[in-house]
């Protein structure tokens, strides 16, 4: 992968071009006009319950539901390998690190595509070495602190490998509001040694990763081997930003409260108290998009 995929939308290409300080000033005004929303205890169980359940293992995304590609006959897995992931597909390398390995959450960006293809999704579940997955020091819309790569030499963390069409690439990216596109030299190998890469497409937050007394948190709910940093469940993270944020006392609730019901308010407070504290996305493997 020698060329960057195609971005033809003036917007987004604006967007990826903000530097740090342009975008909090773009967060900030859209954050400013969004509507106050009303808080349910069931918004709260869907924010803990990220990064979202996905099958045990690589699968094919259709129309029609999943399918495990350990469940299809060698000659129909060959086919499918070759029709995603080959090099005549078309289709793009993007690591998923959080969310976007859940089908529900591929159904619901893709579900607008009026072409099959552009719905239909190859997920390559594998490990990705020397780095690890922790949670973004900032939340998303939906209240939870959404994943981001932080280095960690010797850990091989859980991802997974989306090939996408060029369409998916670019509605992904618009979705990734707070997020950085690059792409990063670094090993992934997909599980039972059925594919290996080293040069793939990834977001990484623009507000690094969530620090606990100065050093980086992983994320529980994403499996690591040689882990050496320090694992908090998404209910931990959130806690720990509500003190951090909203003070002694504060948790989980408090802080998706203050997400539904003034966002724009709360983003001074995270500004103040948890982003000067975060990890930024350093790597000598890590290539930013020329925006």
């Known amino acids: ?33 969004l509507p106050a929303r009303e808080f349910k205890p069931a918004l709260l169980a869907r924010a803990l319950g990220y990064p979202w359940a996905r099958p045990p293992g690589s699968y094919l995304l259709r129309d029609a ?22 090099s005549a597909s078309g289709r793009l390398p993007l690591l998923a690190i959080g969310s ?22 190859l997920a390559l579940s594998g490990r990705l070495h020397d780095f690890d997955v922790g949670a973004a020091a900032q939340p998303a819309l939906y209240g939870s602190m959404p994943a981001t790569l932080f280095p960690s ?5 859980a991802t997974t490998l989306l090939w996408v069409t060029p369409a998916q690439f670019t509605q992904l990216t618009w979705s990734e509001l707070s997020y950085r596109l690059g792409r990063l030299r670094a ?37 690591a081997l040689g882990r050496t940093a320090m694992a908090l469940t998404q209910e931990q993270v ?7 944020a909203l003070g002694p006392g504060a ?27 975060a990890q930024r996305f350093e790597s000598a493997r890590w290539t930013p998009f020329p925006g």
């Open 1 to 33: 992968m020698t060329e960057w995929p195609p971005i033809e939308e003036p917007e987004l290409l604006e967007r990826l071009s903000f530097d740090d300080a342009e975008f909090e000033r773009y967060l900030r005004t859209l954050l400013e006009r």
């Open 65 to 86: 539901g999943t399918e495990l590609l350990a469940t299809m006959e060698p000659a129909a897995r060959e086919r499918t390998l070759a029709q995603f992931a080959g």
């Open 100 to 121: 976007n390995a859940a089908p529900e959450v591929l159904t619901a960006k893709f579900a607008h595509f009026e072409a099959a293809d552009n719905r239909a999704v």
């Open 153 to 157: 030499p010797g850990t091989a963390v």
């Open 187 to 223: 090993r992934f190998i997909a599980d039972a040694g059925a594919a290996e890469f080293d040069q793939i497409l990834v977001f990484v937050s623009r507000f690094g990763n969530f620090c606990v007394d100065g050093q980086a948190v992983a994320m529980a709910a994403v499996p």
């Open 238 to 244: 959130l806690d720990a930003v509500a003190v951090q």
């Open 251 to 277: 948790g989980a609730e408090a802080l998706l409260r203050a997400v539904c019901e003034d966002f724009g308010g709360l983003l001074p407070k995270l500004v103040a108290a948890v982003h000067g504290e």
